[in-house]
């Protein structure tokens, strides 16, 4: 299958919190942590070949469910997550509230541009050297 003919989008955390009228996340790491062995189990099911993660408070608790890592430059890595070979891609959060760091808006995002495009281009690379 190539690398981007289908793709599936899991949240680390099934329930949220937010401050009363607005967006703003008031999520946890307990809420992390009670999350993640679903999230391992969406991984083991779906078995994907690259898991693209958005956000340092994903990244950080997922690290705890991850193994055999090797860094293949700096956003991205292989790694077993939950018993699953994948590539592993791991960005800001595209909404991050610093500028540099944000990449919601797809026209003049440098870290769209810089960052996340290079990133995965280089994974479809390494996906097809096999």
Same mark, same amino acid.
């Given at each position: /299958? ?11 955390? =099934? ?19 009670? +999350? ?13 070949? =690259? +898991? ?23 956003? =991205? ?19 991050? /509230?610093?500028? *540099? ?17 290079? *990133? ?5 690379? =390494?996906?097809?050297?096999?």
């Amino acid at each position: /299958m190539h690398l981007f003919d289908a793709y599936a989008m899991a949240n680390l955390r =099934l329930c949220s919190a937010t401050v009363a009228g607005s967006a703003k996340s008031l999520g946890n790491p307990t809420m992390s942590r009670n +999350c993640l062995p679903h999230l391992s189990a969406t991984v083991r099911i779906f078995e994907p070949t =690259l +898991c693209i993660v958005q956000g340092v408070e994903v990244h950080r608790p997922l690290t705890s469910v991850m193994s055999n890592r090797r860094r293949l430059g700096s956003h =991205l890595e292989r790694a077993r997550i939950a018993g699953v070979d994948t590539l592993v891609a791991a960005f800001t959060h595209p909404s991050a /509230m610093r500028l *540099t760091d944000h990449w919601g808006r797809l026209t003049s995002a440098p870290y769209l541009h810089g960052t996340v495009v290079p *990133t995965l281009r280089a994974a479809h690379q =390494l996906h097809r050297a096999g």
